[in-house]
Structure formats: structure tokens, C-alpha cells
């Protein structure tokens, strides 16, 4: 035995036998009913709009019933329901809670080769909405949950099973509503959620790569606009709203946004070495910006003889943790170097202070990485998009975004798009990882 085997074995013996909890499970098995049961809650259309989850709701619940386990449905609206579920422990720690969401954003069917809600297995990929976002993770977690039923796992915290509505539009009928209305029923030390991947090329040029999300970046929407003379279009006048606009946005996307270092970021280049140059990874490491919507024209449909006298614009800006909102406003307005610029603040989610990466449940996931993928880095991680565990993230209460597993850098990114797919084969491995972990730390 090498000495980082007699370590590592150290480790895992410290953290409670690992195999011991598993015990008997057949993961073959075990792998296939979760790929079977996400079958079944993907053709369950939970778009997001209008949202409503009450049918995989029913679904989440029928599962746990037939295993003997009581769930609690809460709804905040019609259609936007919550679902609670409880394994008891002895006490002697606070709550571990598997956060997951229940919605997905739309699907356009013409765009799909496959039906977004047929679940379809082809090229060992399971394809549908919300493969990826985050049905997937919503059954890693519920059989995690089954299993230590299963196998009678004598628990020190309570294991809270939390499917949520309404994430896809901002959470404020699911996680929020949960947090103001019924804090207690959720109260926890740690919160496994989703927004960590596990993949392959996707952090770095080569290997595999844990990535443990324990921040994520800001949200900062802003319209642009800006006012020109409007009149006939047979005359037409030096200061035209769009001409004034459509260069505003050239020199904005022409222009790299301000650079800022961030302590998460300087982690995961320790830890890694060069990232990848992919638009995940990039966006990952910088101030990003992306243009949404452009609007001018005067009438439905626009009339082609009429200039309009204002065009306004979208952009949304995803901030690194520590960038100055009102700073980076500065910076577009200069950049822009329109004077009839006219910026709007129109949505801003500042990030919570990030969750550490030296707590038992964050050494836990890396003794199970180096364990099960000993080629495999883990790095903390800042997560790009917004989620659910930016309302639970709190100084004592720590959040961590974790899916073992792994995927491709193209299947990552493939969430929301019109070829949603997870691949079937590391589900197996995946599964395995992710009980070894809530068992680690709950049991
Ligand atoms: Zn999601």
C-alpha cells in the first residue's frame, strides 16, 4: 500500500467505512431504477412558464410512499408545489438537505431531434428537457435518499429531501417561499444542490475535473437606451435611435469587460493549472456579458417608413463575486461613449460570501473523488448561472453544488439547449459517489 492509499484508507476509516454503509447494495441494479424512474419524471412536462410541478410532485411522492416515507406538500401557488421529505437522525448534528428543482425552462419541439419529453435512449445518452437541469440530480438525490432507508444507515442528522417549483423564474414560489414561509422544516448545516459538474474538458484542457460549486457569480440586468429624432422615414436625421444604439453595443462587445481577480478563482488555478478556453470555463473566470434583446420600430409589425424615435436594448452581465455593480455601470457607460445613453439597473442578485472549502463534507467529497477517480482533480468552483442555493447560502450554513457525474464539456453545455442530454454509462459510478458522500456525512 502507497502511502497516499494508507492515507486516503485512513481517511475514509475516519469518515465512517464508506463501503460498509453501501453494503450489499447492487449499484447495477440501484442504476438502473434511477435511470428507469428519470425516465418517467422527464416525460412529466414541467415547463417553466406556466410551471406547474404539481404532477411530479405527485410522482416524487408516490416513490417515497411506496418506500414507507411520509412527504409534506406545500404549495405557494396553484401548480407551484413544494415537496418535503425527512429521514430522522439521532440529533447530534444539524440537518444535511438535497435540494433539487422540479421545473425546467421550455422546450421549442421543432428545434429537437428527439421529443424533449420522450426520454428517449440513444447513443447511450438519455436525451430530453431537463436531463441535464436538473432532473438528473433530483434522482441522484431521491435515490440516495431511498437507499439509506434501504439499508437502515443509522443517521446522526436529519436527511431532508427538498424538490422545489419555480426555480427556472427566480425561485420565489419554491426555494424562497420555502425560506420565508417554513424556515424550520428546512433548517440545515449543509445543502447539496445542483450547479456542480463533474466532467470531462470542461475545466481544463485535458482530464477529469469534481467541480465543486461553492459560489456563484452575480446577476446584473441592464436596459440601454437611447432617444433619437424620429419622423418619416424619407427624411431621415443625423441622430437615428438604432444607428446611436447598434454602435453603443458593437464597441460594448468589441470591448473585453474590466478584468478583477477572486479568491475562488485563484483556488481553482492552484489547484488545476491552465483552465480550458470553452464559453463555460470563460465565463467561469471573468465579468461576462451577453446582449439579449434589441427593440425599435414604430407598430406591430414595424412599419418600414417610420424611423423611431428610441431603441433600447438588453444585457445581462454575470459579475464576479467581488465587482463593484455601480463600477462596472461606469465602465459600460464609457464604454458605450454614447452621450444619450441611458443605462436602467433593472434586476441585480448580488452573491452571497461563498460557502468554505475546508468543511467535513467538502474534505468528505474529495476523499470519495481520490478514492473512486484517483486521476480526477476536485477544485472548488464558482458556478456561472444563478441556482436555488444562493437564497440558503449563509455564514453557518453551507451550500455546495455537487453531480459526480461525469460528462462531457458538450453535455454540460447542452442543458437548455435543443439536444439536452445526460449519458447513461457514468450514471452507475455517479450514483455510487454521490450515496457514499450523504451517507459519509449524515450516517
Ligand atoms: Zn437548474
Given at each position: 500500500m502507497t502511502r497516499r492509499k494508507l492515507l486516503l484508507g485512513m481517511?475514509?476509516?475516519?469518515?465512517?467505512?464508506?463501503?460498509a454503509r453501501g453494503a450489499g447494495t447492487d449499484w447495477t441494479k440501484?442504476?438502473?431504477?434511477?435511470?428507469?424512474?428519470?425516465?418517467?419524471?422527464?416525460?412529466?412536462?414541467?415547463?417553466?412558464?406556466?410551471?406547474?410541478?404539481?404532477g411530479a410532485v405527485s410522482f416524487l411522492a408516490g416513490v417515497l410512499q411506496k418506500e414507507g416515507i411520509q412527504s409534506e406538500r406545500l404549495e405557494a401557488a396553484p401548480g407551484k408545489v413544494n415537496l418535503l421529505a425527512?429521514?430522522?437522525g439521532n440529533g447530534s448534528k444539524r440537518a444535511l438537505l438535497l435540494l433539487n428543482h422540479t421545473d425546467t425552462v421550455p422546450a421549442?419541439?421543432?428545434?429537437?431531434?428527439?421529443?424533449?419529453?420522450?426520454?428517449?435512449?440513444?447513443l447511450n445518452r438519455l436525451w430530453g428537457r431537463g436531463a441535464v437541469d436538473m432532473k438528473s440530480t433530483g434522482i441522484l438525490h431521491l435515490m440516495a435518499f431511498l437507499l439509506l432507508k434501504r439499508n437502515r444507515v443509522p443517521l446522526k442528522r436529519d436527511v431532508i429531501f427538498a424538490a422545489t417549483a419555480d426555480e427556472e423564474v427566480g425561485g420565489g414560489s419554491g426555494a424562497k417561499f420555502l425560506l420565508d414561509k417554513y424556515p424550520q422544516k428546512v433548517e440545515s448545516e449543509y445543502v447539496l444542490e445542483e450547479g456542480g459538474f463533474s466532467a470531462n474538458r470542461l475545466f481544463t484542457p485535458e482530464g477529469d475535473v469534481y467541480g465543486v460549486s461553492v459560489a456563484q457569480k452575480q446577476v446584473l440586468w441592464l436596459h440601454l437606451t437611447v432617444e433619437?429624432?424620429?419622423?418619416?422615414?424619407?427624411?431621415?436625421?443625423?441622430?437615428?435611435?438604432?444607428?446611436?444604439?447598434?454602435?453603443?453595443?458593437?464597441?460594448?462587445?468589441?470591448?473585453?469587460?474590466?478584468?478583477?481577480?477572486?479568491?475562488?478563482?485563484?483556488?481553482?488555478?492552484?489547484?488545476?493549472?491552465?483552465?480550458?478556453d470553452n464559453r463555460f470555463a470563460n465565463s467561469m473566470r471573468r465579468n461576462s456579458i451577453a446582449l439579449t434583446s434589441f427593440r425599435a420600430g414604430v407598430g406591430d409589425p414595424p412599419k418600414d417608413n417610420v424611423v423611431p424615435s428610441i431603441a433600447t436594448a438588453s444585457i445581462d452581465c454575470r459579475l464576479l463575486p467581488g465587482q463593484p455593480v455601480d463600477e462596472f455601470i461606469e465602465w459600460v457607460r464609457k464604454t458605450g461613449?454614447?452621450?444619450?445613453?441611458?443605462?436602467?439597473?433593472?434586476?441585480?442578485?448580488?452573491?452571497?460570501?461563498?460557502?468554505?472549502a475546508d468543511t467535513e463534507l467538502f474534505r468528505l467529497i474529495e476523499t470519495t473523488v481520490a478514492r473512486e477517480a484517483p486521476n480526477a482533480k476536485v477544485t472548488p468552483y464558482?458556478?456561472?448561472?444563478?441556482?436555488d442555493?444562493?437564497?440558503?447560502?449563509?455564514?453557518?450554513?453551507?451550500?455546495?453544488?455537487?453531480?459526480?457525474?461525469?460528462?462531457?464539456?458538450?453535455?454540460?453545455?447542452?442543458?437548455?439547449s435543443d439536444a439536452e442530454r445526460m449519458p447513461v454509462a457514468p450514471f452507475e459510478k455517479g450514483l455510487r459517489m454521490f450515496y457514499e458522500v450523504v451517507a459519509g456525512i449524515a450516517g
Open positions: 481517511a475514509a476509516a475516519a469518515a465512517g467505512a464508506p463501503a440501484a442504476s438502473q431504477e434511477a435511470i428507469g424512474r428519470l425516465r418517467e419524471y422527464i416525460r412529466i412536462d414541467t415547463s417553466n412558464p406556466p410551471g406547474n410541478v404539481a425527512r429521514l430522522p421549442d419541439r421543432s428545434r429537437w431531434q428527439t421529443d424533449p419529453w420522450g426520454a428517449e435512449i440513444q433619437g429624432t424620429g419622423g418619416h422615414g424619407s427624411q431621415p436625421a443625423d441622430d437615428n435611435a438604432i444607428a446611436m444604439l447598434s454602435g453603443v453595443l458593437r464597441r460594448i462587445v468589441e470591448t473585453a469587460p474590466p478584468k478583477r481577480t477572486d479568491p475562488i478563482l485563484d483556488q481553482m488555478l492552484t489547484r488545476l493549472g491552465t483552465l480550458a461613449a454614447e452621450p444619450k445613453l441611458k443605462i436602467e439597473n433593472v434586476h441585480h442578485q448580488p452573491s452571497q460570501p461563498p460557502s468554505p464558482l458556478t456561472p448561472f444563478g441556482t442555493g444562493n437564497f440558503f447560502r449563509r455564514p453557518d450554513r453551507y451550500v455546495y453544488g455537487f453531480f459526480p457525474v461525469v460528462l462531457s464539456a458538450e453535455e454540460v453545455m447542452s442543458m437548455h
